[in-house]
């Protein structure tokens, strides 16, 4: 048995992704017309605004959901730059209706990480030639380190937060099970 929990905790480490990113499948025996039914009747029609205003919805979610398809996002009372944004296809299965889910963050939150962490990183190296060149430590690159792990701890923690949240929201409300996780 420790050997099974073992080889399974190895597997699940080597298979895990390095950007904020769930791509899974879900089963349920509900048919498909029931599945789209149960997603509108949670879902609120996304509205554009510069703004932020003030939502009293009694939806959980904001966004479309079509005949086969859907994309969604949690609505919040706050921002949250790291929130998923959940596109989903529905079909049909031999057991009732399976469901391609994924999430991701906007595409501005990777473009402003990917300059965050790219910008440390350079830091970081001139830091590194600095203590090679000088012989010498140098206490700065504790603050390197500090803000390379919390920028990327910050947006996988959030992420990974929000996205546990709307994964099991998805599998209560369509009463389904994860058949694949990629």
């Known amino acids: 048995m420790l050997l099974q929990t073992t080889s399974l905790l190895i ?14 499948y879900l089963t349920t025996n509900l048919p498909p017309n029931i599945v789209i039914e149960k997603l509108k009747e949670k879902t609120e029609l996304e509205s ?3 703004f932020r205003k003030n939502k009293s919805s009694t939806k959980q979610y904001e966004g479309f ?3 086969n398809n859907f994309q ?3 609505i919040k009372q706050y921002r ?3 929130l998923p944004i959940i596109t989903g296809e529905i079909k049909s299965n031999y057991i009732g209706t399976g469901i391609h889910v994924k999430m991701k963050m906007y595409p501005f939150v990777y473009i402003f990480m990917a300059f965050w962490l790219g910008f440390v990183t350079i830091a970081g190296i001139t830091v590194v030639t600095f203590m090679l060149r000088e012989q010498k430590f140098h206490p700065g690159i504790f603050g390197v380190l500090i803000m390379f792990v919390g920028g990327y701890g ?5 992420f990974k937060y929000e996205s546990t ?3 099991k929201f998805l599998i209560e409300l369509l009463q389904a099970t994860i058949t694949m996780n990629n």
């Open 11 to 24: 597997n699940y480490n080597a298979t895990m992704k390095l950007l904020p990113y769930e791509n899974f």
């Open 48 to 50: 554009f605004s510069l």
């Open 65 to 67: 959901v079509a005949s």
């Open 80 to 82: 949250n730059s790291f």
């Open 72 to 74: 969604l996002k949690r």
């Open 165 to 167: 949240k709307s994964k």
């Open 154 to 158: 910050l947006t996988l923690g959030s």
